[in-house]
């Protein structure tokens, strides 16, 4: 199973900007997709974005499209999820995940980290 750890959340304005990282402990990172999943207190966890192995399939939630991208670095065993335009709506706890395919949903994904949270003031 992959081991993720997450970095990069904090408090920002907002309108500011944030890049959250993931680090996967397993060489496997290189064959697996991955992404970004969001909660609220309160709310269910969403899908944020997603990306595949080989970056050829990239994804993201209609509520983000056009101010986050998601990355990966197979080489440093890293994912990236850069943050712009931040609003307080997207205050949450977010968690990269790991798993065999592409998707939104989160049961495609098996392998979580364990969150950082990421807070927009007004």
């Known amino acids: 199973q992959v081991q993720l750890v997450e970095s990069g959340g904090g408090l920002v304005q907002a309108g500011g900007s944030l890049r959250l990282s993931c680090a996967a402990s397993?060489?496997?990172?290189?064959?697996?997709?991955m992404g970004w999943f969001r909660q609220a207190p309160g709310k269910e966890r969403e899908f944020v974005a997603a990306?595949?192995?080989?970056?050829?399939?990239?994804y993201y939630a209609d509520s983000v499209k056009g101010r986050f991208t998601i990355s990966r670095d197979n080489a440093k065993n890293t994912i990236y999820l850069q943050m712009s335009g931040l609003k307080p709506e997207d205050t949450a706890v977010y968690y990269c995940?790991?798993?065999?395919?592409?998707?939104?949903?989160?049961?495609?994904?098996?392998?979580w980290g364990q969150g950082t949270q990421v807070t927009v003031s007004p």
């Open positions: 990306i595949s192995w080989s970056d050829d399939s990239i």
């Open positions: 995940a790991a798993g065999s395919r592409v998707a939104t949903m989160p049961r495609y994904f098996g392998s």
């Open positions: 397993e060489r496997t990172f290189s064959s697996s997709a």
